[in-house]
């Protein structure tokens, strides 16, 4: 069974960074597409990845390119998101999700529990 397991949430100040990681039991991320979501407070999670690493690289959505950065750590078998330049609309839970049946990107079924970045102005 694939589980992703995220950590690394903390409260920061505006323009603070954070590194979440997920680490990722019944699956090696060598090259296993993954992706970070992120569900803010009082609305649904997003539909759509805020940053995916697969066998093609890597993929963000417009809210945080060129802040936050994703990469795999093989010894690891994780996943971590670099948060750079955070802002108070970054603030939400953060998933982690696996492409746990290898469908090329096409479905991510492997989903952690989140964790918590709040960050303050």
């Known amino acids: 069974q694939v589980r992703p397991v995220e950590s690394g949430g903390d409260s920061v100040q505006a323009g603070g960074s954070l590194r979440l990681s997920c680490t990722i039991s019944?699956?090696?991320?060598?090259?296993?597409?993954m992706g970070w979501f992120r569900q803010a407070p009082g609305k649904k999670r997003e539909e759509f990845a805020i940053?995916?690493?697969?066998?093609?690289?890597?993929d963000y959505d417009d809210s945080v390119k060129d802040r936050f950065t994703v990469s795999r750590g093989s010894a690891e078998n994780a996943v971590y998101l670099q948060m750079n330049n955070l802002k108070p609309e970054d603030t939400a839970i953060y998933f982690c999700a696996a492409d746990g049946r290898r469908t090329g990107c096409k479905a991510l079924d492997a989903w952690g529990r989140g964790t918590l970045v709040t960050v303050s102005d």
């Open positions: 940053a995916m690493i697969g066998n093609d690289g890597t």
């Open positions: 019944g699956l090696a991320v060598n090259n296993a597409c």
